[in-house]
């Protein structure tokens, strides 16, 4: 086997496992917000009402990152293999994400 041909398995792996373990991070931390505010909705602790809250949002951001950081990724292993093209889409891609956010603010 040419080891050239197995360079994007390796980096399609390398991005399935950011989503997979991102989406499982995000899901974790959003089931362990909505559990803290169960528990406070139960009366266990009132101020876990508002960290179950807070889990919840850091979750959903996670969410929303995951996205980001895999073009972010896709513009490094790019940039690693010279593949000058695909570099300058990702960077332009990441470049209207960035003026998206900032508009939108």
């Known amino acids: 086997m040419n080891p050239l041909s197995s360079k994007p398995n390796r980096h399609d792996g390398i991005i399935a496992g950011l989503l997979w373990y991102g989406t499982l991070i ?3 931390v959003i089931m ?3 559990i803290l505010g169960a528990l406070a909705q139960i009366g266990v602790t ?3 009402s508002l960290a179950g809250y807070a889990l919840i ?3 959903v951001v996670i969410f929303v990152l995951l996205p980001i950081i ?6 490094v292993m790019f ?3 010279r593949d000058y093209l695909y570099t300058a889409i990702a960077a332009l891609v ?3 994400i960035g003026a998206g956010v900032i ?3």
Not at 70 to 75: E, G, K, S
């Open 46 to 48: 009132p101020a876990l």
């Open 57 to 59: 949002r850091i979750g």
């Open 94 to 96: 990441l470049v209207i």
């Open 70 to 75: 895999r073009v972010a990724l896709m513009l």
């Open 32 to 34: 362990t917000g909505i």
């Open 103 to 105: 508009i939108g603010l």
């Open 79 to 81: 940039a690693h293999a």
């Open 26 to 28: 995000a899901s974790a």
